[in-house]
């Protein structure tokens, strides 16, 4: 079992900043994989960020995040971030970390909500205008 703590989320007006953290616990060796999706109000879980463990390190930013989030990892602490600039009101929803216990098997696994197997409780992240 992986458990999964999400920390750093909350209020902030467009443009600003904020800077997401998961802590993973438990077997963190089958912690291949670590993403960050998000769920707004009334819409599916969609995939944000992955970082993958693998050397070199991996990792995948959706194109309605890019330039403005970047995902890291401390292997160390089995630590994933998202820092998150550039805030707008449509990044509004509940930010989930998660994890896969197997390496993807294919190229499209890093993005797929059901592949992934152990899951955050979630942190809210607000942006108004």
């Known amino acids: 079992q992986v458990q999964l703590v999400e920390s750093g989320g909350g209020s902030v007006q467009a443009g600003g900043s904020l800077r997401l953290s998961c802590a993973a616990s438990?077997?963190?060796?089958?912690?291949?994989?670590m993403g960050w999706f998000r769920q707004a109000p009334g819409k599916e879980r969609e995939f944000v960020a992955t970082?993958?463990?693998?050397?070199?390190?991996?990792?995948y930013v959706d194109s309605s995040v890019k330039g403005r989030f970047t995902i890291s990892g401390d292997n160390a602490k089995k630590t994933v971030y998202l820092e998150m600039n550039s805030l707008k009101p449509e990044d509004t929803a509940v930010y989930y970390c998660?994890?896969?216990?197997?390496?993807?098997?294919?190229?499209?696994?890093?993005?797929?909500?059901?592949?992934?197997?152990?899951w955050g409780q979630g942190t809210q992240v607000t942006v108004s205008s």
């Open positions: 970082f993958s463990w693998s050397g070199p390190n991996t990792y």
């Open positions: 438990g077997r963190t060796l089958s912690t291949y994989v």
């Open positions: 998660a994890t896969r216990s197997s390496p993807p098997r294919r190229y499209r696994d890093y993005f797929n909500r059901d592949e992934y197997d152990y």
